[in-house]
């Protein structure tokens, strides 16, 4: 598990990390260069990164917390439906930031200079996702990297 990596009390205080995906719409258009210049654009250090395809099973372990919701199926069908790019984000509260930066779940409601609101397509096909908070993030880091990737 990589979480000792991530141990707030070395670093100043605010310092966080958090789990970035570039998802399938994002990759398959050939968005990833651009959003990754948006989030290095935004003071956000990417210091662990990958591509990856996820399985079906990967995909329903990562979005667990949405098991109950009538999206999942859905959810889970499309995020195993193509190679997805995956970064631990590190800044001064990184998980605020990126949500910042990614805008609103649904493009349609997301502010002029967010990432959906330049390339997301749908509610579905929203183009990245950023975790919700520091806890979750360290949950989902330790899902997708090993502490050998972590260039924390
Ligand atoms: P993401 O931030 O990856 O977290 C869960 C995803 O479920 C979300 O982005 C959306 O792409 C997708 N989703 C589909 N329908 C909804 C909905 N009604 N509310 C929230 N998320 C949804």
Avoid at 93 to 121: C, D, F, H, Q, W
């Amino acid at each position: 598990m990589p979480v000792y990596k991530l141990d707030n009390t070395k670093y100043p205080k605010n310092m966080e990390y958090t789990l970035s995906i570039i998802k399938p719409d994002g990759i398959r258009r050939n968005l990833s260069g651009k959003i990754l210049a948006m989030i290095q654009d935004a003071g956000l250090e990417i210091v662990a990164q990958k591509l990856i395809h996820l399985t079906r099973a990967q995909a329903e372990k990562f979005y667990a917390v949405h098991a109950e919701r009538p999206f999942f199926n859905d959810l889970c069908s499309f995020m195993a439906s193509g190679p997805v790019s995956v970064q631990v984000l590190k800044s001064n509260n990184a998980v605020s930031k990126y949500r910042e930066l990614m805008g609103a779940t649904n493009p349609k409601e997301s502010s002029e200079g967010t990432i959906r609101k330049a390339y997301g397509l749908s509610i579905d096909e929203n183009t990245v996702h950023g975790s919700d908070s520091v806890e979750n993030a360290k949950i989902e880091i330790a899902l997708l990297f090993s502490s050998l990737e972590l260039f924390a």
